[in-house]
């Protein structure tokens, strides 16, 4: 019993050591994000961006709310929306200013802390997970994700979670019950729902795990199949509603990005070795050093009672299992991360978590050595050395940073003077020319939504087809004067043409640290009132019945005017409009096609297809409103009534593609012996549209 009352307290000091570490690194995060801490660039106030949407949606921010679940499903159509949700949340409680939004990544931090501490409890004991949190604490690479608002910490605080979990649960001395699998399921979604990414993370784990169930009961089988079915069905509705933009986004983050940013190829010896260089400076060189050297020392250690032949079953044992696990996850996450053409510093983010377990598995060895040998009695002695070497940058880094409340941020004066010259809660979009760390559209963006704000800020200047909208439409316009580093042709003729023009004036400048200004420009009164872009809808929607030229025109014009109007206020005219004509006359096709493009631009494809149907009956001799039904089916995860819808209107059409898309919807369906004939339909059809299309533009050339 005493032993028993030992324990038990040795445990809780234990905690309570952990809850003062994760506290005294939250300290000192909350002095740098309140005396330190810059304006968020691009992906920081995207994210931020995020949370002030998702916490408005949910009713938690400004009164605002959404009652539909597909509107709040609009919010997050390429990166998950968990990490918003619960961001939004404390932004909520804390306010919205970007060093109380950052309250979130102290949260995370102590969760991703805990886990660790955790990690390190089941793996050697307490003194083992010490090490873990001190180095957690310590590390650069993770001072600089709890400063920086970006979606990688709260990724790694999720996937250690869930990879201890279902460690635990997969164990042969400690798993197989129904609670563990439970925090498994919810731990898995959990980083499923915070970034895409943790599938290199997950995948590998449930691939050992499914081969581990082949010497395992039914009862553990029984178990994994409902730990995939949780999954799929938690990340089905997001997925489902958003799943063209998810793979749109991943392919052109992956893919297009690597190639715009000349990263190495994933077959090249430096593509290989790319993120190794980057451990030292993650941990610190000498934290790195001591860890490795420590486990230099164990392998020299154990190499003499290393025998062949090597019997891989005890790989799995009672004892093992739990170092094969974590060897496992460490080797398959670094290989697939290696394996992405897209390469950043901060995308080996999940293995850090595991790297720092094996690393305090060298700091233990060497705190044993010291013990053993050299008598010293104090514990942890060793991480003296390497907090110190830690501390000390740090300190350095603070001494050089000027304190935020002496910087000048010209986006704060940006936003101050739009909103003394716009009426309260009035809802307009700022037009950003050069896009810049300091000032751009998503910073624009954060900045003009905070304390209820309705400002958005949106970037044109990229293509010389920009022109003439902003001419006509735009009210508010922000340009720079002085070196303006890589920026676009395009953007400076831009520019030039804003300021010739004699559409806009000047309201004020904003001088920039590093030479030159920024400029805001307001359109006058005497300029051309702005064309109302719902009438030009309205004849794009019916452009439709063209095809290929016809979606071409709109998606050229909407994108632009996408930017120009962020709110989508022309939305709200056309709708009420098309709806009107329906009431007088329900077989307006007009008023069809045009509800008909403003549900397919919302992502209701069912809507849609309600419309493109009565458009199918109503103009029987067009082949089109068929084939856009057949494609919103498709979105639709129906192939089997895309097939058939394409099918029956070719009969009467013999239209190129919708032969294609009949295949396309038969195979997907199931029906594997249309491949063959989908092999030659599909690329017939999309050679028919590219020859449309470029006769178009050369005959408008």
């Not at 609670?179 to 993370?201: A, D």
């Not at 520019?495 to 307001?522: N, Q, T």
């Not at 120009?564 to 709708?575: L, S």
């Not at 057949?630 to 070719?650: F, R, T």
Request: hydrophobic share 45%; proline share 5%; with cysteine.
């Amino acid at each position: 019993m005493v032993l028993k009352m030992q324990n038990k307290d040795s445990i809780s000091v234990f905690w309570i050591l952990v809850l003062f570490i994760w506290l005294a690194s939250t300290i000192v995060d909350r002095i740098w994000w309140n005396c330190f801490s810059s304006i968020p660039s691009w992906d920081q106030a995207d994210y931020l961006n995020s949370a002030i949407e998702h916490a408005r949606a949910l009713s938690l921010l400004d009164g605002f709310g959404i009652s539909d679940f597909k509107s709040i499903l609009d919010l997050s159509p390429k990166i998950p929306p968990l990490a918003s949700i619960f961001n939004g949340a404390v932004i909520s409680i804390f306010g919205d200013y970007p060093y109380k939004a950052a309250w979130s990544l102290s949260f995370w931090n102590g969760f991703l802390i805990f886990n660790i501490a955790s990690w390190g409890l089941y793996l050697k004991g307490r003194r083992f997970g010490l090490i873990c949190v001190f180095i957690t604490a310590i590390a650069p690479f993770l001072f600089q994700l709890r400063t920086d608002y970006v979606l990688e910490l709260p990724l790694m605080a999720a996937t250690t979670f869930y990879l201890f979990h279902l460690g635990r649960w997969s164990s042969p001395e400690l798993g197989g019950k129904w609670i563990q699998l439970l925090i498994v399921s919810i731990g898995s979604l959990s980083s499923l729902l915070i970034k895409q990414s943790s599938l290199l993370v997950i995948l590998p784990s449930l691939f050992f795990v499914f081969f581990l169930s082949f010497k395992r009961d039914n009862r553990f089988r029984f178990q994994l199949l409902c730990l995939f079915t949780f999954n799929i069905l938690g990340i089905l509705p997001w997925f489902y509603h958003n799943w063209i933009m998810i793979l749109s986004g991943t392919y052109r983050a992956v893919f297009e990005s690597a190639r715009i940013e000349g990263d190495p190829s994933i077959f090249d010896i430096n593509g290989i070795f790319w993120y190794f260089p980057f451990l030292t400076i993650h941990f610190g060189f000498v934290v790195f050093f001591i860890g490795l050297s420590g486990l230099i020392f164990i392998f020299l250690s154990n190499l003499k009672s290393f025998k062949l032949p090597f019997d891989f079953t005890n790989l799995f044992n009672k004892i093992n299992f739990k170092w094969t696990w974590l060897t496992f996850n460490i080797f398959t996450s670094w290989t697939l991360t290696t394996l992405i053409p897209n390469k950043d510093e901060r995308y080996i983010a999940s293995t850090i978590p595991m790297i720092i377990l094996i690393l305090s598995l060298g700091f233990y060895k060497w705190n044993d050595w010291l013990n053993s040998y050299l008598k010293l009695k104090l514990k942890l002695f060793l991480l003296i050395i390497p907090i110190g070497f830690s501390i000390v940058p740090l300190l350095n880094r603070f001494s050089m940073m000027i304190p935020y409340s002496k910087k000048y941020y010209p986006v704060n004066e940006i936003i101050k003077e739009v909103n003394l010259n716009l009426s309260k809660d009035k809802k307009d979009t700022i037009i950003v020319v050069p896009s810049t760390p300091q000032v751009n559209q998503h910073n624009i963006s954060y900045f003009g939504r905070i304390q209820s704000g309705n400002i958005l800020g949106r970037q044109l200047g990229q293509s010389l087809l920009h022109k003439k909208p902003v001419l006509e439409q735009a009210n508010l316009i922000i340009l720079a004067e002085g070196n303006q580093g890589s920026v676009s042709n395009n953007s400076i003729v831009l520019d030039s043409v804003v300021r010739k023009s004699g559409y806009f004036y000047k309201l004020r400048e904003f001088p920039r640290e590093e030479g030159g200004s920024y400029s805001l420009w307001k359109r006058k009164s005497t300029s051309p009132k702005p064309e109302e872009f719902h009438k030009r809808f309205i004849s794009l929607a019916n452009g439709m019945d063209k095809g290929a030229i016809g979606i071409k025109l709109i998606f050229d014009e909407i994108a632009i005017q996408h930017m120009i109007d962020g709110h989508f206020k022309y939305q709200i005219k056309v709708r009420t409009e098309a709806l009107s004509k329906l009431v007088i006359n329900p077989n307006d096709i007009e008023a069809l096609w045009t509800l008909s493009l403003l549900e397919i631009l919302a992502n209701r494809p069912f809507a849609a297809d309600t419309y493109l149907r009565k458009l199918e009956y109503l103009i029987p001799n067009n082949p089109w409103p068929s084939s856009y039904r057949s494609i919103v089916n498709l979105a639709m995860w129906n192939p089997w009534q895309a097939s058939k819808i394409a099918n029956e209107a070719n009969v009467n059409h013999k239209d190129k593609l919708l032969k294609a898309l009949g295949d396309a919807g038969a195979v997907l369906g199931g029906a594997l012996w249309r491949l063959p004939s989908s092999f030659k339909s599909i690329p017939l059809a999309v050679e028919n549209i590219d020859k449309v299309l470029n006769y178009n533009d050369d005959y408008i050339e």
